[in-house]
């Protein structure tokens, strides 16, 4: 793709999530912020230039299925019964869908439609595990995770981030990649050992 037209695509991209991230206040920014977490990781993994523009364009869309859960259900702040679970269940399955419908969306698809697997296997939609999830669909759940913990959401208010990274710490190898959690959390604590060291270059993938 040539340069205009990438640049076109990546912003038309930005505008679809922002739109998405308006739905609710409480996921005002998120989609951004999943982004960014799931570049330092990549980074940190040594991902592929091709692969990495792809992450973080799917890091952006993973949610894009939430567009067709009712708001409702979305902002609801007590318990949701079994049925309003599966209408959430079914959003990376209409994000996969919506993208599919668009050519140079479909390189997205696989991350988008399995954000939510887990490394055990006990994730949706489809409960594969390991390696078999797509690597890209496996650091958007470390970043996706990282940042609801660390939010503030209608049913509870927002983690201190030491709290989350123990957290995703606790759950590798069960809930996340192991090599995945592992490489948010080193570079997450480094970067914070730089800022207080006043050594922190800011990396060229914030830009
Ligand atoms: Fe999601």
């Given at each position: 793709m040539n340069e205009l037209i990438e640049k076109a695509h990546f912003e038309t991209i930005m505008a679809l999530s922002e739109a998405l991230d308006a739905k609710d206040s409480y996921t005002a920014g998120h989609s951004r912020r999943v982004m960014q977490y799931s570049a330092r990781i990549a980074w940190r993994m040594g991902m592929g230039e091709a692969e990495f523009g792809q992450l973080k364009k799917s890091a952006l869309l993973h949610?894009?299925?939430?567009?067709?859960?009712p708001d409702a259900i979305l902002r609801k702040r007590d318990k949701l019964s079994e049925e309003e679970f599966e209408v959430i269940r079914a959003h990376p399955g209409i994000g996969a869908d919506i993208l599919r419908a668009v050519e140079s969306f479909r390189p997205l698809v696989p991350a988008v439609y399995h954000h939510h697997e887990r490394f055990d296997g006990k994730?949706?939609?489809?409960?594969i595990r390991g390696d078999a999830i797509p690597i890209q669909a496996r650091i958007i759940a470390v970043a996706d995770s990282f940042d609801a913990m660390t939010s503030n959401r209608a049913y509870r208010s927002a983690f201190p981030a030491e709290a989350a990274l123990r957290e995703i710490e606790r759950n590798k190898g069960t809930q996340f990649d192991p090599l995945v959690a592992d490489a948010f959390v080193s570079c997450t604590r480094d970067m914070v050992t730089d800022i207080l060291k006043d050594s922190f270059d800011e990396p060229e993938y914030y830009l």
């Amino acid at each position: 793709m040539n340069e205009l037209i990438e640049k076109a695509h990546f912003e038309t991209i930005m505008a679809l999530s922002e739109a998405l991230d308006a739905k609710d206040s409480y996921t005002a920014g998120h989609s951004r912020r999943v982004m960014q977490y799931s570049a330092r990781i990549a980074w940190r993994m040594g991902m592929g230039e091709a692969e990495f523009g792809q992450l973080k364009k799917s890091a952006l869309l993973h949610d894009l299925g939430k567009i067709g859960v009712p708001d409702a259900i979305l902002r609801k702040r007590d318990k949701l019964s079994e049925e309003e679970f599966e209408v959430i269940r079914a959003h990376p399955g209409i994000g996969a869908d919506i993208l599919r419908a668009v050519e140079s969306f479909r390189p997205l698809v696989p991350a988008v439609y399995h954000h939510h697997e887990r490394f055990d296997g006990k994730g949706y939609p489809d409960g594969i595990r390991g390696d078999a999830i797509p690597i890209q669909a496996r650091i958007i759940a470390v970043a996706d995770s990282f940042d609801a913990m660390t939010s503030n959401r209608a049913y509870r208010s927002a983690f201190p981030a030491e709290a989350a990274l123990r957290e995703i710490e606790r759950n590798k190898g069960t809930q996340f990649d192991p090599l995945v959690a592992d490489a948010f959390v080193s570079c997450t604590r480094d970067m914070v050992t730089d800022i207080l060291k006043d050594s922190f270059d800011e990396p060229e993938y914030y830009l």
